[in-house]
C-alpha cells in the first residue's frame, strides 16, 4: 500500500523522539487528529441516509472534540518553540562563561565603541574575552550583528571546543528536524478539520475553530508543560500511549488509522544525520500541508 503523508511525518516524527520527545508528542498527537477527522469524514460520506449538507453537518459535530485536541496539540507545540534553548547556546555559555566578567566587560566594551568594526572582529576572533563581552551584550550597545556574532563563537567552538560542537550541532539537527515535522504535523491536521468541515473558505473556518476549541485553561497549562490533561495520554511516555493507541512503543512500528501497513523506522547513523544536515535555509523551509494546500 502507498505511504500516505501522514504516515511517513508520523516515520519522520519518531526519529526525533528522543532528543525532542514533547515536540514529537506534539506533532503525534496532531497526526491522530488529522487520522481520526479523515476517518469521520469518510463515514459520514458513506451514509446514504443522508444529504451532502447533512453529511457536512454531521462530520463537522464530530469534528469538535478533535479540533479541541487539536488546539491543545497546537498550544504545546507552540510553548515548546518559544520555549526552545538550542544546544549550542548552551555550549557557548558554557565555553565563554570563564571569560565573563562585569567590570571587564564593561571596560572592553566601552574601548571597542572607539575602533572600526573590522578591527572589531579581528580582536574578537583572537581574544575570547573580548568575544565574551560582546556576546553577553545586545547589538545596539555592541554594533555587531547576531550574524557575525554567530561566525565568530562558531569560529571559536570549532577551534577550541570542536567535539562538542559537533555534538551540539548533530542534536540541533536532529531537534530542528522535529520542529520541521511537528509543525507540519499541525498544518496537515489543521488542513484535515478544514477539508472535512467543509468550509466556503479558510475565514469561516478559523471562526468556526476559535468557536468550538476553546479548552480548559488548565489543560493548556497542561499540555504546554508536557503534562496530562484530563482523558489525554502524558506527553513524553515510554513505552508511548499516544491517543489512538496505534504505536505501543518506541520499537514498533507507526500504524495509520486509514492504513494496516506498518511503518518501520530506522535510526540514522551520525554519519549520515551528518550528511542530511539542515543547510542555512533549513529553518525557512516551508510547512508540509496548510489550509489552501492539497495534503496527501
Request: with cysteine.
Amino acid at each position: 500500500m502507498p505511504v500516505t503523508l501522514i504516515d511517513e511525518l508520523r516515520g519522520r516524527a519518531r526519529n526525533g523522539a528522543r532528543a525532542a520527545s514533547m515536540v514529537t508528542a506534539h506533532a503525534l498527537r496532531a497526526l491522530n487528529v488529522a487520522d481520526a477527522t479523515n476517518a469521520e469524514k469518510a463515514k459520514h460520506a458513506a451514509n446514504q441516509h443522508l444529504s451532502d449538507t447533512g453529511r457536512v453537518a454531521k462530520t463537522r459535530e464530530a469534528a469538535v472534540q478533535l479540533a479541541v485536541r487539536f488546539a491543545l496539540s497546537k498550544a504545546g507545540f507552540a510553548h515548546e518553540r518559544a520555549t526552545r534553548k538550542s544546544e549550542r547556546d548552551a555550549l557557548v555559555k558554557t565555553a565563554l562563561s570563564p571569560f565573563v566578567s562585569d567590570a571587564l566587560a564593561s571596560e572592553i566594551r566601552s574601548a571597542l565603541k572607539t575602533l572600526p568594526h573590522g578591527e572589531v572582529c579581528v580582536l574578537a576572533a583572537k581574544d575570547p574575552r573580548v568575544l565574551a563581552a560582546i556576546a553577553a551584550a545586545p547589538q545596539i550597545v555592541t554594533g555587531i550583528a547576531p550574524e557575525v556574532l554567530t561566525q565568530l563563537t562558531d569560529s571559536y567552538l570549532v577551534t577550541n571546543h570542536a567535539a562538542d560542537f559537533e555534538r551540539a550541532q548533530e542534536k540541533d539537527a536532529i531537534v530542528d528536524e522535529a520542529f520541521v515535522v511537528a509543525e507540519s504535523a499541525i498544518r496537515v491536521a489543521e488542513f484535515a478539520l478544514y477539508q472535512a468541515g467543509g468550509f466556503p473558505h479558510t475565514k469561516a473556518f478559523e471562526d468556526w475553530l476559535h468557536e468550538v476549541a476553546k479548552p480548559n485553561p488548565k489543560h493548556l497549562e497542561a499540555e504546554a508543560a508536557g503534562a496530562a490533561a484530563p482523558g489525554i495520554p502524558p506527553a513524553c511516555p515510554e513505552p508511548w500511549p499516544n491517543d489512538s493507541a496505534a504505536a505501543p512503543s518506541w520499537d514498533a512500528p507507526a500504524r495509520s488509522a486509514s492504513r494496516s501497513t506498518p511503518i518501520w523506522v530506522k535510526a540514522r547513523s551520525p554519519r549520515q544525520r551528518r550528511r542530511a544536515r539542515p543547510g542555512p535555509m533549513a529553518g525557512r523551509r516551508r510547512p508540509i500541508g496548510h489550509p489552501g494546500s492539497a495534503a496527501g
